[in-house]
C-alpha cells in the first residue's frame, strides 16, 4: 500500500456537492457545520468509520481493537438502537461527540407494532395497512416511531448531530421495511422525514439513505428527503461500479458513502478507480477483526487520505 503525502488527494474529476443545503431548512448549527465538514472532504478523503455491537461484546471491543493495531481511533461511531438500549446509545453518542468524533445511528427496527431485536426486523408485516391512518398497525408503528423520536431528541438536547441511517438496505428482501416494494418504502421513508422533522422538530438529524449492494432503481424518496447516500456489502475491493450505481440514481451533487462494510476498501485502489466514497464503516465483531487483517489495519488508519478521529476539525457552537 502506498503512503500518499500532502493530506487531501484530489481524485480525477471535480465534485460539486450541496455545501450547506440539508433538506431541513431549519437543520442545527452543529448539523450544519457537520454537513459542510462532510461535503468538503468528498472526493478528497474518505472518513473511517466502525460499528458498535455493545449486545455481543463490551461497548467499546471494536474501538480498543483499532487502537491496538494501529494507535489510531476511526472519525464515526456507528450505534444501533436494536434492542433499545436508547440510555446507553445516547450516553455513548454524547461521549463520542465530546471526543471530537462523528455519530451515526441505524436501527434494526422489529416488526411493527410491538417487535424488537434484529431477527424480528426480518419480519413481515402489511405495509400498505401500516402506512393507512387509524388502523391498528399504523397507530402501533407511529407510536414506536415517536418513542425512538423522543430519545434523539435527548441527542438534539446535547447539541449532537447524528448521521441518521433508518431503514437501511430497503432495496433487499430481508427487512420488513423493504418487503413491500418501492412505492411503500417511499411512502414509509417520507413519513417518518416529515414526522420527524415537522411534527417532532429533530433538526439535527442529517438523512443517510442506505441502499443494499443489489441497488435498485425506483426506490429513492427525492432530494427533498435524502442528505447523504450511499450503499453496502462485504465483498472486498474499492467498489466502484457499486458507487457509480448510487451515482446514477441520485447525482452528483451529494456525499456518497459506503455505509457498511466487512473487508475495508484499499485507499489506493479507490484513488486509482474513482470510488469517491466519502466515509466507510466497517461493520462489527468478525467482519472488523477476520476480514482486516492487523497490518492491513494499520496501513489504512495510518493512510493519510484516510480521515480518523484526531483529526476530525471541531464543529461544537460551543
Not at 494507535?71 to 450516553?91: F, Q, S, W
Not at 442506505?210 to 432530494?223: L, Q, V
Request: hydrophobic share 35%; with cysteine; net charge neutral.
Amino acid at each position: 500500500m502506498k503512503t500518499n503525502k500532502g493530506g487531501n488527494i484530489n481524485l480525477e474529476g471535480k465534485i460539486n456537492v450541496k455545501k450547506n443545503h440539508l433538506s431541513n431548512s431549519n437543520a442545527s448549527y452543529e448539523a450544519k457545520k457537520l454537513f459542510e465538514y462532510i461535503c468538503g472532504i468528498y472526493g478528497n478523503n474518505i472518513l473511517s468509520g466502525q460499528q458498535e455491537s455493545d449486545w455481543k461484546a463490551p461497548a467499546n471491543d471494536e474501538l480498543d481493537y483499532i487502537r491496538e493495531k494501529t494507535g489510531k481511533l476511526p472519525a464515526i461511531r456507528g450505534l444501533d438502537y436494536i434492542n433499545e438500549d436508547y440510555e446507553g446509545v445516547n450516553k455513548r453518542s454524547i461521549e463520542w461527540w465530546e471526543k471530537g468524533g462523528i455519530v451515526s445511528i441505524c436501527w434494526h427496527w422489529g416488526s411493527p407494532p410491538n417487535g424488537i431485536g434484529y431477527e424480528s426486523s426480518k419480519g413481515t408485516i402489511n405495509l400498505e395497512e401500516a402506512l393507512t391512518e387509524g388502523t391498528d398497525l399504523y397507530n402501533g408503528m407511529i407510536a414506536k416511531m415517536d418513542d425512538v423520536a423522543k430519545q434523539l431528541k435527548k441527542l438534539q438536547d446535547a447539541r449532537v448531530p447524528i448521521l441518521w441511517r433508518p431503514f437501511h438496505e430497503f432495496d433487499g428482501a430481508w427487512f420488513w421495511w423493504g418487503k413491500g416494494g418501492s412505492e411503500q418504502f417511499i411512502k414509509l421513508w417520507r413519513l417518518m422525514y416529515d414526522r420527524y422533522t415537522k411534527y417532532h422538530g429533530l433538526n439535527h438529524l442529517i438523512w443517510v439513505l442506505g441502499y443494499s449492494g443489489k441497488i435498485k432503481n425506483g426506490w429513492y424518496p427525492g432530494n427533498d428527503y435524502v442528505d447523504i447516500a450511499g450503499a453496502d456489502t462485504y465483498n472486498s475491493g474499492p467498489q466502484t461500479e457499486l458507487y457509480q450505481k448510487v451515482i446514477d440514481i441520485v447525482g452528483k451533487k451529494m456525499p456518497v458513502a459506503f455505509h457498511e462494510c466487512g473487508p475495508i476498501p484499499n485507499p489506493d485502489e479507490m484513488i486509482e478507480n474513482g470510488a469517491k466514497w466519502v466515509w466507510f464503516l466497517t461493520w462489527h465483531t468478525i467482519h472488523i477483526k477476520e476480514q482486516n487483517t492487523p497490518s492491513y489495519l494499520k496501513d489504512i488508519y495510518n493512510h493519510e487520505y484516510v480521515i480518523t478521529l484526531d483529526k476530525v476539525p471541531n464543529m461544537k457552537l460551543r
